[in-house]
């Protein structure tokens, strides 16, 4: 499940200091800043805050690079 935020970092922030466990910190992609957890039965959260602009897409290889 993906959560849209105004704030990811702020977000994360919150919920760190709150005892929240994540599986990746807040990072910047093409499509916006986004981080993961799991809730208390495992399942895969996100965060995502879109991008102040149009997100432009990177070349395949790069991408590929990423994974």
């Given amino acids: 499940m993906i959560f849209a935020t105004e704030d990811c970092r702020g977000t994360y922030e919150s919920l760190l200091a709150k005892g929240v466990e994540f599986t990746q910190e807040p990072t910047e992609r093409f499509y916006g800043t986004d ?10 959260l996100r965060f995502t805050q879109p991008p102040d602009g149009p997100g432009i897409a990177p070349p395949a290889e790069e991408l590929q690079a990423q994974s």
């Fill in 35 to 44: 981080c993961a957890l799991r809730d208390p039965f495992g399942n895969p």
